[in-house]
């Protein structure tokens, strides 16, 4: 099992900067692939980007490519979310979560280790 623990959330102005981390407990953490997604009030889960197991391969959501550097250092078990040029609508409940699955990388449901979040606040 793995348990996964968010902080680095805050309040920031528009255009500034913040940095995720993803804490995880587990000596297997390596042979997970870890998401990051965000939940706005009243809105859905979603995707904003996913890192492999080694680190080589990562992908974003649209709505943050470009902005937002997903990266992991496995000898520390964690993982990290580097924020730059937000934007009001980046304001959320950040999620980071792991699985060991290989499809449907963009769907909640293919994760199966979520942490507890970590408020992003981005004020206009």
């Known amino acids: 099992q793995v348990q996964l623990v968010e902080s680095g959330g805050g309040l920031v102005q528009a255009g500034g900067s913040l940095r995720l981390s993803c804490a995880a407990s587990g000596r297997t953490f390596s042979t997970y692939i870890v998401g990051w997604f965000r939940q706005a009030p009243g809105k859905e889960r979603e995707f904003v980007a996913r890192?492999?197991?080694?680190?080589?391969?990562?992908d974003y959501a649209d709505s943050v490519r470009g902005r937002f550097t997903i990266s992991r250092d496995n000898t520390k078990n964690a993982v990290y979310l580097q924020m730059n040029s937000l934007k009001p609508e980046d304001t959320a409940v950040y999620y980071c979560a792991a699985t060991s699955s290989v499809v449907s990388l963009t769907r909640t449901s293919s994760y199966d280790y979520w942490g507890q979040g970590t408020q992003v606040t981005v004020s206009s």
């Open positions: 890192i492999s197991r080694g680190g080589r391969t990562t």
